[in-house]
């Protein structure tokens, strides 16, 4: 015999368990469910496999970049200390550092700067030179000497004709020699004066001056000599408290005369007794 509860009076009886209206934990009258309690005691969950391989990645890449940067670093040190080799070898003397920029030519070619061109036309001896300073008669139109110096000499004198031209502003040659290959260098001849050479002309742009200079030398100078030429510098009174200090960067055409052992006996021996230089008084 089966006895039911006795349920009060007012109060719901409860329904059974797996009827439609059981009761649930999360049903109406169930308790509030309260904040989630965690056990400071039970291990850390482990990684998953994604964040492992992440981790992995991540320092994987760390270590290349820090690679490729100690390889570069490595390879600028190496440039750094080869340059710095080539530079402490390559330490220009004075001669060097006072030398000019230089523009060579043979006989007959053209030897070109930034502010002019020369030629070397042609190359002539003499054993004496003769001056003559001239004028035009007014009242016959012809041309009279009147003053005239003749020059000897117990070498040669070299007489070099030469055409030359500028790009933009007027130029004077006045510095002119004659350079050997053991560097041995001689000033064109102070005793013509410069009105009768190429180094009291003004050289023009647009067309071809042409004028001598003249070299006084020794027989023993000529073979492989080249006639140098250049502008006077421009500096002023630095010159003048530091010779040649700034002269570097002048612009200089060497002409080569073109003369062998052999050619130059020849040319010795076929050398003028007199030859004649003329300018206007």
């Known amino acids: 015999m089966t006895h039911s509860p006795t349920v009060p009076p007012g109060a719901q009886e409860p329904a059974a368990h797996g009827a439609s ?41 760390g270590s290349g970049r820090r690679m490729l940067r100690a390889i570069g670093n490595a390879i600028m040190a ?10 402490d070898t390559e330490v220009l ?17 053209v030897a070109a700067t930034g502010r002019f061109s020369a030629r070397l036309d042609r190359v002539e001896f003499a054993r004496s030179i ?13 041309e009279e000497v009147t003053r005239s110096t003749r020059l000897g000499t117990e070498h040669i004198f070299v007489i070099a004709s030469v055409s ?13 020699g004659l350079e050997t290959p053991e560097e041995v260098f001689y000033a064109q001849t102070d005793r013509v004066d ?68 052999a050619e130059v006996k020849s040319a010795v021996a076929g050398a003028k007794n007199v030859y004649e230089l003329k300018a206007p008084e």
């Open 21 to 61: 209206g059981a009761w649930r934990p999360d049903g109406p009258g169930a308790p509030a469910a309260g904040p989630e309690v965690l056990d400071r005691h039970s291990p850390e969950p482990a990684p998953g496999p994604d964040a492992t391989g992440a981790g992995d990645a991540s320092r994987t890449g």
């Open 78 to 87: 190496l440039a750094i200390l080869a340059l710095a080799t080539y530079l």
């Open 93 to 109: 003397n004075q001669d060097e550092l006072d030398a000019h920029l230089t523009s060579h030519a043979r006989l007959g070619e």
């Open 130 to 142: 003769e001056m003559r300073t001239t004028r035009v008669n007014a009242a016959t139109g012809q």
């Open 164 to 176: 030359a031209t500028a790009p933009k502003e007027p130029i004077q040659l006045t510095v002119a």
């Open 194 to 261: 410069k009105r009768f050479t190429m180094a009291g002309v003004y050289v023009q742009p647009g067309w071809w001056a042409k004028g001598v200079f003249v070299f006084e030398v020794p027989v023993k100078a000529l073979a492989g000599a080249r006639a140098t030429l250049s502008a006077q510098s421009t500096n002023g009174i630095y010159d003048t408290i530091y010779p040649q200090r700034y002269d570097q960067l002048l612009p200089e055409v060497a002409l080569d005369l073109g003369l062998e052992e």
